[in-house]
């Protein structure tokens, strides 16, 4: 992954100057076998991304606050993170706050952000972010890579919202894309490929939001378990999301993967009850396939 995470960063020294922040973030976690408790082993950092410290939670897990300390992403910024953690580790990683995308300048790219994640066996990841916001003229792509081995575990959301609804910014960015891939053993799992361009298309068409405004995805996986377990934890999750369902409002669904997971996707007209949702899904499904209780992560500015 080290060599991978350097050549995306070689890439992006090439990008004619019309680009901004070229930035490479890359954790890597391990279990410390003395005290059983996960520790963030070796990273490097470069602004504006930034992780002061990791933390140890309840079960030796160790939490980390992706911080962006130009307080947002800029028109042609290319950033990247590539996390990695070892056999056995426990890590939670949250933002300090909504990912911000600024507009973008003319003459200035598109800002870009990749992620390469590797979670290796026995491992398990959560990754709970706040709300990712386009302004208004942003322009944004988004590409996720996440490879899990034997028995590891991931639950990781996005959330999207519309724009700054208080200053009437509804839609008014000029393209979000979002490209997620998820694999399990080598074989993928999940291929996701959202593409929002508001002034080309209407975003209130059925084929993309219909009336809906925020969107949020959220993949939840452990590799190895049986084709039975996940057929309850997805009857059991559908109990949930229809009780939170209200037509016109908001809408929760669950599909199983191909394998090893489950996707939980919701449409909603305003944000407020989309994080209080993931949350609760987060907690009956940790519970179901960890028998461990989900506790959020403390937030820090």
Same mark, same amino acid.
């Given at each position: 992954?080290?060599?991978?995470?350097?050549?995306?960063?070689?890439?992006?020294?090439?990008?004619?100057?019309?680009?901004?922040?070229?930035?490479?973030?890359?954790?890597?976690?391990?279990?410390?076998?003395?005290?059983?408790?996960?520790?963030?082993?070796?990273?490097?950092?470069?602004?504006?991304?930034?992780?002061?410290?990791?933390?140890?939670?309840? =079960?030796?897990?160790?939490?980390?606050?992706?911080?962006?300390?130009?307080?947002?992403?800029?028109?042609?910024?290319?950033?990247?993170?590539?996390?990695?953690?070892?056999?056995?580790?426990?890590?939670?990683?949250?933002?300090?706050?909504?990912?911000?995308?600024?507009?973008?300048?003319?003459?200035?790219?598109?800002?870009?952000?990749?992620?390469?994640?590797?979670?290796? =066996?026995?491992?398990?990841?959560?990754?709970? #972010?706040?709300?990712?916001?386009?302004?208004?003229?942003?322009?944004?792509?988004?590409?996720?890579?996440?490879?899990?081995?034997?028995?590891?575990?991931?639950?990781?959301?996005?959330?999207?919202? #519309?724009?700054?609804?208080?200053?009437?910014?509804?839609?008014?960015?000029?393209?979000?894309?979002?490209?997620?891939?998820?694999?399990?053993?080598?074989?993928?799992?999940?291929?996701?490929?959202?593409?929002?361009?508001?002034?080309?298309?209407?975003?209130?068409?059925?084929?993309?939001?219909?009336?809906?405004?925020?969107?949020?995805?959220?993949?939840?996986?452990?590799?190895?378990?049986?084709?039975?377990?996940?057929?309850?934890?997805?009857?059991?999750?559908?109990?949930?999301?229809?009780?939170?369902?209200?037509?016109? =409002?908001?809408?929760?669904?669950?599909?199983?993967?191909?394998?090893?997971?489950?996707?939980?996707?919701?449409?909603?007209?305003?944000? #407020?009850?989309?994080?209080?949702?993931?949350?609760?899904?987060?907690?009956?499904?940790?519970?179901?396939?960890?028998?461990?209780?989900?506790?959020?992560?403390?937030?820090?500015?």
């Amino acid at each position: 992954m080290a060599a991978t995470a350097r050549e995306a960063f070689r890439e992006a020294r090439e990008i004619p100057g019309s680009c901004r922040a070229r930035a490479l973030l890359r954790l890597n976690f391990s279990r410390d076998p003395a005290s059983g408790n996960t520790v963030l082993a070796d990273s490097f950092q470069e602004a504006p991304l930034k992780v002061v410290r990791a933390f140890t939670l309840e =079960e030796g897990t160790a939490l980390a606050h992706l911080h962006n300390v130009s307080g947002g992403l800029l028109g042609g910024d290319r950033l990247a993170m590539r996390v990695n953690l070892a056999r056995g580790a426990k890590v939670q990683l949250t933002t300090t706050g909504a990912t911000r995308i600024y507009r973008s300048r003319e003459g200035f790219s598109s800002t870009t952000q990749s992620s390469e994640v590797s979670v290796g =066996e026995g491992a398990l990841l959560e990754y709970l #972010p706040d709300a990712t916001i386009p302004f208004a003229g942003a322009r944004y792509t988004q590409q996720t890579s996440i490879e899990l081995a034997a028995d590891a575990g991931l639950f990781w959301w996005e959330i999207v919202a #519309p724009g700054r609804q208080a200053r009437g910014e509804l839609f008014d960015y000029e393209e979000f894309a979002m490209r997620t891939h998820v694999s399990a053993l080598g074989r993928r799992i999940a291929a996701e490929n959202l593409c929002l361009r508001p002034k080309r298309g209407k975003v209130s068409s059925l084929a993309r939001l219909g009336p809906y405004h925020y969107a949020a995805t959220f993949y939840i996986c452990r590799v190895g378990l049986e084709v039975s377990r996940w057929r309850d934890a997805e009857d059991k999750i559908r109990e949930l999301t229809t009780g939170m369902t209200r037509r016109g =409002e908001i809408l929760w669904g669950v599909s199983s993967l191909v394998a090893h997971g489950l996707v939980v996707r919701c449409l909603a007209r305003n944000g #407020p009850e989309v994080l209080p949702g993931l949350q609760a899904i987060w907690r009956n499904a940790k519970r179901r396939l960890y028998d461990r209780e989900a506790i959020p992560p403390r937030k820090m500015n």
